[in-house]
């Protein structure tokens, strides 16, 4: 899908007229017309507070042109499972576990990663070493962990 697809979907879904949008957005009705038609997309700080509006990550907004993944414990990332700042914000490179208002809600290791993860992970009842194998290789491709 493309953003015009997406915006206008979550418009109406929001029982929003393109007046309310703009009006929340402080922009012209004609701007928010003219991105539904598909001439125009949003500058990057309005694409934020498009975000924010109705709670989507921009990457939603864009028509999910990446897969997005929890750069601390490597899990996908869908909308509802996307950390917040403080301010409420959409943060895509964390799931809601890993970060919390600004900063990592967990102080560990990456080996206590490893051991918190397993246990949520399908055959981590089953064959924990094979997941901790995958995730000892995993984690360091992160950027949490890159950063080390």
Excluded at 34 to 45: A, K, L, Q, S
Aim: net charge negative; with cysteine; glycine share 6%.
């Amino acid at each position: 899908m493309e953003f015009k697809d997406v915006f206008a979907e979550l418009r109406k879904k929001a029982a929003l007229s393109q007046n309310d949008v703009a009006d929340k957005l402080f922009v012209t009705r004609q701007a928010v017309s003219r991105w539904e038609r598909g001439e125009t997309v949003p500058e990057t700080d309005t694409l934020l507070a498009v975000s924010k509006l109705f709670g989507v990550s921009i990457n939603t907004l864009l028509g999910s042109p990446r897969t997005l993944v929890c750069q601390s414990c490597g899990m996908p990332l869908s909308d509802d499972l996307l950390a917040r700042e403080a301010d409420g914000t959409l943060n895509e490179s964390y799931c809601k576990w890993c970060w919390e208002d600004g900063h990592f809600a967990q102080d560990c290791t990456m080996e206590e990663m490893i051991e918190h993860c397993i246990q949520f992970m399908p055959l981590g009842q089953t064959e924990p070493e094979a997941c901790r194998t995958y995730m000892r290789g995993l984690l360091p491709t992160l950027e949490r962990w890159k950063q080390s």
